[in-house]
């Protein structure tokens, strides 16, 4: 039983007020100022406790027990065997024109709010071996693009398949088949190698002095 947040008595205490007023001969507003509560509520539970006994005392379920317009049995089997065709809330509201808010409120209560519901669950994928410590088998295959080769647009690839030679986009830097990464040993520049400062030095000695002076000089 759960009693209600702001309630004043519980089971306990409207015994103990019932007994006061029966057995003990108090009157109810001496029993209702005891107990923090008003006559007629002391007069409710006394009339209670002499109809029902000890469960007279406990709280009871606040919703009507008569509901004139509520959706009848048929009905809800019907929107059950049209939920179960994959029709929406709203087309079955529309078909039985109902409103979508009682159709929704209908669905979500016998447990066909969603249409996953209307299939089986499917089982768990789990590895199952025969013996323990066995290897599982996992891919670790990484992409394109981890490994270092650049993706191809989607228009990069009409293109090579349609003429067999990729095209290159705005802003895109194109190779040549003669160009090489730098620092390799078969790159070709086109620039001219600098000399260094010894054979820059050696060949303006041999512009001026004769080749005698060389030997002295050695």
């Known amino acids: 039983m759960k009693l209600h947040a702001n309630a004043r008595t519980c089971p306990h205490s409207r015994r ?7 057995r003990e001969g108090w009157t109810l507003m001496a029993a209702a100022e005891a107990a923090g509560v008003s006559v007629r509520t002391v007069s409710k539970w006394r009339r209670r406790y002499r109809e029902e006994g000890e469960q ?6 606040s919703a009507p027990s008569l509901v ?32 979508a808010s009682t159709v929704s409120g209908i ?18 994928n789990r590895y199952e071996k025969q013996r323990a410590g066995e290897l599982v088998h996992v891919d670790s295959r990484s992409s394109a693009r981890s ?5 191809a647009s989607p228009a990069e690839s009409l293109a090579l398949a349609t003429t067999g030679a990729p095209t290159t986009s705005a802003g895109s830097s194109s190779t040549s088949a003669s160009t090489t990464r730098p620092g390799s040993s078969t790159s070709k520049s086109s620039t001219t190698r600098r000399p260094s400062p010894r054979s820059a030095s050696c ?4 512009r001026t002095s004769p080749p005698s002076a060389w030997k002295s000089s050695g």
């Open 16 to 22: 103990l007020a019932v007994d006061r007023v029966e």
């Open 56 to 61: 007279g005392l406990l709280d009871r379920c």
């Open 68 to 99: 004139p317009f509520q959706t009848c049995e048929e009905r809800i089997a019907l929107i059950a065997a049209l939920r179960r065709l994959r029709m929406t809330g709203a087309e079955i509201a529309e078909t039985l024109a109902m409103p």
């Open 107 to 124: 669905l979500t209560r016998i447990g066909l709010g969603k249409l996953s519901r209307l299939e089986p669950t499917e089982p768990a």
């Open 147 to 151: 490994r270092g080769r650049a993706i």
């Open 203 to 206: 060949a303006a000695r041999s």
